[in-house]
């Protein structure tokens, strides 16, 4: 019985865990490495197991670095089901077909490149296809959360809420084998208890092994009433100079978040009746898989739905989905907010807004979400005065620039401690997952200061007894906190 660390290892991206035993081959996410530090390749190596000998791939949620390489695994002989929440399920058909698209695009580019440069070495392929995606889609199959599955005799699963983005899960197994039970909790990605939309996140009962993510495992996030209140500030500021707010934001999550924050504010009269444009047919489908998952809600979503205040449609919302009307956005002069994505401004329909607005002193780019090193998000939040959207146009930046930290669909260290503390209570042992180095590290030392239990940061590849974790602990060096 073992368990093996194939991604997000001391670092954010690429989440995979595998799970052999008696009974079964399973995984625990199958994610897509993403962000320069990654070489494109890597996404292609090989999965260090045997792929048509696996079972199961129990998903935590829909984020593609958790999701993203499920096509690939059933391009490569899975013949498996794919076990997740219902409304990770219909999310994954939104970002994994687009996922597949955009392979596709990629490819596409590459190849061009490949035959102007005299065709040397084999052409190059997406690393999977839309109809590929398609296909991994008809191997998923939800369980709602807090129901006991047994997948088969001696492995049994269930989800719990992560709160972390719609339908995300913790998942709790258990495994029995030579007489013996062993429970696994694998956190996922957790949210912020604080977060409106969906439910907070749900610690399970304590396991006998716990895999938690670290990402924030370093730093605390400011209060959201905070960021609410900074929100506000900044909307009133541009509106009253009579400019627009342009939003990037990612599709699935933010989009949503956003949405929540202006409704409050037109509903309770505190910004001025502007129109919202939504301008991402992405954002727009995932909010109508929100729509149709109440179950994710918490009660104050819930009351607002049924008293007909639904933060996803109110009369100054202004979804946007042909081109054309995405490009009537441009004719209005008047002061509004307009979302669109993607939410680092490297691709999708947000360019062609800030082509429009980012010469416009009286405008405000509004960054939600963390622009990674390298993105043009990035480069305009780091102060560039000039930036290249499209190839061969330079672009003057004279619009105001603003930055809200506090939209984090991640928990804070304080957070992730006290999900620790009720899960790993008395457990063998720890480990620390998902996060940078620093990051984890840091969440380690908390842990053990906290419950005096062994914690350990895996390295990639590494691997453990699932009887005996603490045998393999002593072997390896350094880390063993
Ligand atoms: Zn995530």
């Given at each position: 019985?073992?368990?093996?660390?194939?991604?997000?290892?001391?670092?954010?991206?690429?989440?995979?865990?595998?799970?052999?035993?008696?009974?079964?081959?399973?995984?625990?996410?199958?994610?897509?490495?993403?962000?320069?530090?990654?070489?494109?390749?890597?996404?292609?190596?090989?999965?260090?197991?045997?792929?048509?000998?696996?079972?199961?791939?129990?998903?935590?949620?829909?984020?593609?670095?958790?999701?993203?390489?499920?096509?690939?695994?059933?391009?490569?002989?899975?013949?498996?089901?794919?076990?997740?929440?219902?409304?990770?399920?219909?999310?994954?058909?939104?970002?994994?077909?687009?996922?597949?698209?955009?392979?596709?695009?990629?490819?596409?580019?590459?190849?061009?490149?490949?035959?102007?440069?005299?065709?040397?070495?084999?052409?190059?392929?997406?690393?999977?296809?839309?109809?590929?995606?398609?296909?991994?889609?008809?191997?998923?199959?939800?369980?709602?959360?807090?129901?006991?599955?047994?997948?088969?005799?001696?492995?049994?699963?269930?989800?719990?809420?992560?709160?972390?983005?719609?339908?995300?899960?913790?998942?709790?197994?258990?495994?029995?084998?030579?007489?013996?039970?062993?429970?696994?909790?694998?956190?996922?990605?957790?949210?912020s208890?604080a977060r409106p939309i969906?439910?907070?996140?749900?610690?399970?009962?304590?396991?006998?092994?716990?895999?938690?993510?670290?990402?924030?495992?370093?730093?605390?996030h400011a209060p959201v009433e905070q960021t609410t209140a900074q929100f506000e500030q900044i909307l009133k500021r541009t509106l009253t100079?009579?400019g627009q707010v342009i939003i990037p934001a990612f599709?699935?999550g933010r989009t949503q978040a956003v949405l929540y924050e202006l409704a409050n504010f037109l509903r309770e009269g505190r910004i001025p009746?502007i129109?919202v444009?939504v301008?991402?047919?992405?954002?727009?489908?995932?909010?109508?898989?929100?729509?149709?998952?109440?179950?994710?809600?918490?009660?104050?979503?819930?009351?607002?739905?049924?008293?007909?205040?639904?933060p996803?449609?109110f009369?100054q919302?202004?979804?946007?989905?042909?081109?054309?009307?995405?490009?009537?956005?441009?004719?209005?002069?008047?002061p509004c907010v307009i979302i669109?994505?993607?939410g680092?401004?490297?691709?999708?329909?947000?360019?062609?807004?800030?082509?429009?607005?980012?010469?416009?002193?009286?405008d405000t780019l509004l960054f939600v979400g963390y622009?990674?090193?390298?993105?043009?998000?990035?480069?305009?939040l780091?102060?560039?005065?000039?930036?290249?959207?499209?190839?061969?146009?330079?672009?003057?930046?004279?619009?105001q620039v603003e930055m809200l930290t506090g939209f984090s669909a991640?928990?804070?260290?304080?957070?992730?401690?006290?999900?620790?503390?009720?899960?790993?209570?008395?457990?063998?042992?720890?480990?620390?997952?998902?996060?940078?180095?620093?990051?984890?590290?840091?969440?380690?030392?908390?842990?053990?200061?906290?419950?005096?239990?062994?914690?350990?940061?895996?390295?990639?590849?590494?691997?453990?007894?699932?009887?005996?974790?603490?045998?393999?602990?002593?072997?390896?060096?350094?880390?063993?906190?």
């Open positions: 019985m073992r368990l093996q660390f194939l991604g997000a290892a001391r670092q954010v991206t690429g989440s995979m865990y595998h799970l052999d035993t008696p009974a079964s081959q399973f995984l625990v996410d199958c994610g897509f490495y993403q962000g320069q530090d990654h070489p494109r390749g890597q996404n292609r190596r090989d999965f260090g197991f045997d792929v048509a000998e696996l079972d199961w791939v129990l998903l935590t949620h829909a984020h593609i670095d958790h999701s993203g390489l499920l096509p690939r695994l059933a391009t490569m002989g899975f013949r498996g089901e794919v076990i997740t929440t219902p409304a990770t399920a219909d999310l994954c058909e939104l970002m994994l077909l687009d996922s597949a698209h955009l392979q596709e695009e990629d490819a596409a580019f590459d190849l061009k490149k490949w035959r102007k440069h005299g065709r040397r070495g084999p052409p190059p392929l997406p690393l999977y296809t839309v109809a590929d995606a398609r296909n991994c889609l008809r191997s998923f199959r939800s369980v709602p959360y807090n129901r006991t599955k047994e997948l088969a005799r001696g492995l049994s699963v269930r989800f719990r809420d992560a709160g972390h983005i719609l339908g995300a899960a913790s998942i709790e197994v258990w495994i029995t084998a030579a007489g013996r039970e062993r429970k696994l909790v694998f956190s996922g990605d957790l949210g208890s969906i439910r907070d996140p749900q610690p399970p009962e304590p396991g006998d092994i716990v895999v938690t993510e670290s990402t924030y495992g370093d730093r605390l100079r009579g599709a699935v009746q129109p444009f301008d991402s047919p992405m954002a727009i489908d995932a909010t109508d898989i929100f729509r149709r998952h109440p179950e994710c809600f918490d009660e104050e979503m819930n009351e607002l739905m049924r008293s007909g205040k639904s996803f449609s009369p919302l202004k979804i946007c989905r042909s081109r054309e009307a995405s490009i009537e956005i441009n004719d209005f002069a008047d669109s994505a993607s680092m401004c490297t691709g999708g329909r947000i360019r062609h807004h800030l082509r429009h607005h980012l010469r416009r002193r009286k622009q990674a090193a390298g993105t043009l998000g990035r480069r305009i780091d102060g560039a005065r000039h930036v290249t959207i499209f190839p061969g146009e330079t672009h003057k930046v004279r619009c991640h928990a804070d260290r304080t957070e992730l401690l006290t999900w620790v503390e009720a899960v790993g209570d008395g457990a063998e042992v720890i480990f620390c997952t998902h996060g940078e180095e620093q990051a984890a590290l840091a969440l380690a030392e908390g842990i053990r200061e906290r419950l005096g239990v062994p914690v350990y940061v895996p390295e990639i590849l590494d691997s453990f007894d699932l009887l005996e974790p603490r045998a393999g602990l002593s072997a390896q060096d350094g880390s063993v906190l």
